[in-house]
């Protein structure tokens, strides 16, 4: 199992972005896809946003109504987009299944929002 994530950038307050999870070795209509966030001197990370095998979705209290988490199942792909970016949105994001009792983490992408 893989995830690559990607997408991330350097944004003014108020933009938008979209991360982007390529997904291997599973199948993301079967599965749930989590993006995580760790803010600058932070050691945990933060869940952001998921969305079940159902289509279900959820999303952290700081982002809803701002975020927006899909999928594309012909692609096995999972996005998450972000709209009225904030400075405290600024941190590495990770895309994250977990799978057969094992956790999977994309490499991270750095999204920056400046004031």
């Known amino acids: 199992v893989q995830l690559q994530a990607s997408g991330g950038g350097l944004v003014q307050a108020g933009g938008s972005l979209r991360l982007s999870c390529v997904v291997s070795g599973i199948n993301v209509t079967w599965s749930t896809i989590d993006w995580f966030r760790r803010a600058p001197g932070e050691q945990q990370r933060d869940l952001v946003a998921?969305?079940?095998?159902?289509?279900?979705?959820n999303y952290g209290d700081s982002v809803k109504g701002r975020f927006s988490i899909s999928r594309d199942r012909a692609k096995n792909m999972v996005y998450l987009q972000m709209d009225s970016l904030k400075p405290e949105d600024t941190a590495v994001y990770y895309c994250?299944?977990?799978?057969?009792?094992?956790?999977?983490w994309g490499q991270g992408t750095q999204v920056t929002v400046s004031s």
């Open positions: 994250h299944t977990r799978f057969a009792r094992n956790d999977y």
């Open positions: 998921s969305i079940t095998s159902s289509g279900t979705t």
